[in-house]
């Protein structure tokens, strides 16, 4: 009996995941295209930017875009095109920052709660949910007046107000793992608490919180355009694109495109987090997986 030769192309797709991802979901892959490359442009700004991002010249205040200044400058002279570029890595700092923050804070918190119940879940649960009343924006500016301006402070603030999103997630999570048969069984054959919640309750809690984190990291991002924007995240002379868009707002009627390039960075970026969030999302569920 002759066997049917597998394709050549579907075999190399077989053989390269990555393309084979690439290939059935060009929105996740194009997403994760546009933050790498942002990534790296923030990474590598010093070499990318024409001019110094800090460098003032008051003969061209305000000019509009030219060959020399490809987005024109801003209102004390500055390339616009080269603190665009600048604040790139500003704005990636702050998301990985306070999202990283949040993970630390409210994985741990999240899982012990579920994991534990009893008392411990009820207190955990109020707290919660009482951090969660307060509106996000007003909390992240409350912590921050406490603990300083300043882009780090600003954004370990804002990881402190998404630590009870992560927190509630993993406490749902673990809920529902901790009545799994595996679970009891590893109770049976004498397991500690902590190798239970590394090796079981972990594992298996872990998917939506992925998917959570990086909706996050666009909600982060937001996060500190708006703390910029009210002077309490990055500091002058550095540049970040909420820092950008306070400064445009004040020339909004001379000069109405200073605000469109910031404002589109911002955006594309936001868009591309949220479209790798739902691309993970239908990776990571099983009966999407089972329909493909």
């Known amino acids: 009996m002759t066997q049917t030769a597998t394709?050549?192309?579907?075999?190399?797709?077989r053989r390269n995941p990555v393309?084979?991802?690439?290939l059935r979901d060009p929105r996740g892959a194009l997403s994760l295209l546009v933050i790498t490359i942002i990534a790296l442009t923030?990474?590598?700004?010093?070499?990318?930017?024409?001019?110094?991002?800090?460098?003032?010249?008051?003969?061209l205040i305000l000019m509009p875009p030219s060959p020399e200044n490809l987005l024109g400058t801003d209102d004390l002279g500055r390339d616009v095109f080269s603190r665009l570029i600048h604040g790139a890595s500003a704005s990636m700092y702050a998301s990985v920052l306070s999202v990283s923050i949040a993970l630390v804070i409210?994985?741990?918190?999240?899982?012990?709660?579920?994991?534990?119940?009893?008392?411990?879940?009820?207190?955990?649960s109020r707290i919660i949910d009482a951090l969660l009343s307060f509106p996000a924006i007003v909390l992240a500016i409350g912590v921050t007046g406490a603990l300083g301006v300043g882009l780090t402070n600003g954004m370990i603030s804002v990881g402190i107000v998404f630590a009870p999103?992560?927190?509630?997630?993993?406490?749902?999570?673990?809920?529902?793992?901790?009545?799994?048969?595996?679970v009891d069984a590893a109770r049976c054959f004498g397991a500690s608490p902590a190798r239970i919640l590394a090796r079981h309750i972990l594992p298996n809690a872990v998917q939506p919180i992925l998917v959570q984190v990086t909706l996050l990291l666009a909600g982060a991002l937001l996060a500190e355009a708006s703390l910029s924007f009210l002077g309490l995240g990055v500091q002058a002379?550095?540049?970040?694109?909420?820092?950008?868009?306070?400064?445009?707002?004040?020339?909004?009627?001379?000069?109405?495109?200073?605000?469109?390039?910031?404002?589109?960075?911002?955006?594309?970026?936001?868009?591309?987090?949220?479209?790798?969030?739902?691309?993970?999302?239908?990776?990571?569920?099983?009966?999407?997986r089972s329909g493909r």
Do not use: C, H
């Open 165 to 182: 999103l992560i927190a509630r997630l993993a406490r749902a999570r673990a809920l529902v793992v901790k009545e799994e048969l595996y």
């Open 106 to 124: 409210g994985l741990p918190v999240g899982l012990l709660a579920g994991f534990a119940g009893g008392w411990v879940d009820e207190v955990v």
């Open 237 to 288: 002379p550095d540049a970040s694109w909420g820092s950008m868009l306070a400064k445009a707002y004040l020339y909004m009627e001379i000069a109405p495109e200073q605000m469109v390039t910031p404002g589109l960075a911002i955006l594309v970026t936001a868009l591309a987090f949220n479209g790798l969030g739902d691309s993970v999302r239908m990776m990571l569920d099983p009966t999407t």
């Open 19 to 22: 393309l084979a991802w690439m």
């Open 42 to 59: 923030g990474i590598f700004a010093d070499q990318i930017a024409p001019y110094s991002p800090i460098e003032q010249n008051f003969d």
């Open 7 to 13: 394709p050549p192309r579907a075999a190399r797709r």
